[in-house]
């Protein structure tokens, strides 16, 4: 201990802003040729990034991005509604949804046993039947678990089942937990109209502390919208509830304390934290100018993994997603937190990738002590920013919702349908260019990978005619899926093409990795000719009837080898010739009508990988 105050990288000197404006120069403009140097505010520009839904990512923050940040439990609740508690962190709650009663009541004690606080039940056709809930909660008690349900075709049925179990238990005033009612998450997802009425009946049959409603914007996320849109969607819901509600005769605090709101959290780890405290002041301002009772204005938050992002091919990397998605929503100061297993785009997860994705909430909660303080992340003046950027850009699109006619009338006109559309397909195309990467899948993929098979496949899910349902990794799965089918109707030899490796390897390895793992991507096999003459190329690639060959080296290869090799393989016969790299790299006027396609960094992956399957005969 010393009375002097303790200053972080006290030992060093400060730098400036101007101090490090010149090290960005010099690093932006060290190759660039003299004449055409960039000023500080063009290379600022170049390092600031744009998410899809506008939101604007700086290379530097400064005190000036920074702001009062006041405290937890406290308006305008951005920092959390309640303050830290190491005695009640957030709970852990798992989701069911496997159809077999007795299965899922083994899950959900063997959950509840080891270090699970809360259980989560999907009931509908293709998950628990609202009959079979009472079984599957069979020996839980209320009050020593949260119990939630939630249900897109069976709301009401899967509603009235919880009550019955909660009653029949003898401890329904000691509950906790969610009824599940939300006609709006239904209608995004069926297409058809909400239907708001008897929302107030909820409200009067919940027991002990259970919320009635629930506003649901994870069918938001499995369609593809974006951070501002899930935030304005939420709130816009949440007033839409709040208002049908006061028409039926429900003050608006009774209101607030029968809502809970369940949103995704992805791996973006600072936009999740800044999501999550975003909400809580947006719905914060609602209550505000409701006159809501201050102590419940805080918007209670279930955070749940985003399944957007949760891959097929090499799911073991989901276990990466979920660690950062889980911890964003501790220290975002989710109330609740549901770790989705990394075989969720398999089927229906087993006993060990239930334990994993349990697991690895508490070894944030022990490992990392998040509980321990709330809202870890605030007066950080990156997250105070994103999370004023984000405030500000939800409340501008809640203000459309409501100048629309309201969140029920925008679902209904196709307005939601169409903003999320817009942006999906902003986030599809840096998802095909690989500028927004999946490890596993659009980079780095195993060539090599097993599927699961321990996994039990999904009841078939209804067919809905509402929002669509998107993965991220889905378009390069699905080019995955074409290789493995071609492989097995021959032999277990996938598709090929072949790369042609020209000159040593001091020059042909660096475009020799980056083209065999983009084409690994598609289950491509790559057959390698190290060094080959443009004879012996030609031959080669004739006796294997290649359809496509790849040409690989440096710019100085390219401008003494390349024409000569393309040039013999397209007499040899191959439809496509490819080049890993540019074609001005040549020097030859010829290489537009010889080289049929350039690979490069920031091509639509896809796009390519795709067309070439379709060259190589393998059936879509």
Known sequence: ??????????????????????????????????????????????????????????????????????????MPFTRGSELPDMASPWIVEQLHEDP?????????????ERG??????????????????????????????????????????????????????????????????DPMAAAAVTGKPADLAGLAGWVAKAPGSVRAL??????????????????????????????????????????????????????????????????????????EVLDVAEADRGAVQQAVTSRRILTRDDPWVNLLRVTISSFASAVGGAETVTTLPHDEAYGLPTPFSRRLARNIQLLAEEETRAAAVKDPGGGSWFIESLTDQMCDKAWALVQEIEAA??????????????????????????????????TGVSMFPKPDETPLTDVVPRPARPTYGGLPVRRDAAPFEALRTRSRAYAARHGGEP?????????????????????????????????????????????????????????????????????????????AGVACVCLAGRKTETGSDEADKLIDVEIYDGMDVVAFLSDTLDRLGVDK
């Open 405 to 438: 006619g309201g969140m029920a009338k925008a679902l209904a006109d196709g307005l939601v349908a169409s903003q999320i559309a817009e942006v999906a397909n902003a986030r599809a195309k840096l998802i095909a260019t690989r500028k927004l990467p999946i």
């Open 214 to 287: 629930t506003v649901d914007v994870t069918p938001y996320d499995d369609a593809g919208c974006g951070d501002v849109q899930q935030l304005g969607y939420a709130v816009a819901t949440g007033i839409a509830y709040v208002r049908a509600l006061a028409e039926q005769g429900v003050g608006a605090t009774e209101a607030f304390d029968s809502i809970c709101f369940r949103v995704a959290a992805t791996a973006d780890q600072f936009a999740t934290i800044c999501r999550l405290r975003a909400l809580r002041r947006l719905w914060a301002r609602v209550g």
């Open 116 to 181: 699970a606080r809360g259980v989560w039940l999907r009931v509908d056709d293709d998950a628990i039947a609202p009959a079979d809930l009472a079984k599957a909660l069979d020996g839980v008690v209320p009050g020593a678990a949260d119990i939630a349900v939630s249900s897109i075709g069976r709301q009401a049925e899967a509603a009235e089942a919880l009550v019955a179990f909660l009653e029949a238990s003898g401890e329904a005033d000691e509950a906790t937990g969610t009824l599940g009612i």
């Open 100 to 112: 077999d009663a007795a299965r899922t009541n083994r899950h959900v004690h063997d959950d509840l």
């Open 495 to 571: 598709p090929a093409v072949l790369l042609a490796c020209l000159g040593d390897q001091r020059e042909f390895g660096g475009r020799q990795m980056f083209t065999s793992n983009l084409l690994w991507v598609a289950g491509l096999a790559t057959p390698e000719l190290q060094g080959p003459t443009a004879a012996e190329l030609a031959a080669e690639a004739s006796a294997k009837k290649c359809a496509v060959v790849v040409l690989a080296s440096s710019a100085k290869v390219y401008a003494e080898e390349a024409i000569a090799a393309a040039k013999a393989l397209k007499d």
């Open 1 to 74: 201990m010393t009375e002097e105050d303790l200053v972080l990288a006290g030992e060093f000197p400060q730098p400036t802003e101007e101090e490090w404006g010149r090290e960005v120069l010099k690093a932006m403009n060290r190759r660039r040729p003299p004449g055409t140097e960039l000023t500080l505010e063009q290379a600022i520009k170049r390092l600031t990034a744009i998410t899809v839904d506008g939101l604007s990512i700086s290379p530097l923050y400064t005190e000036a991005d920074g702001h009062p940040i006041g405290y937890p439990a406290q």
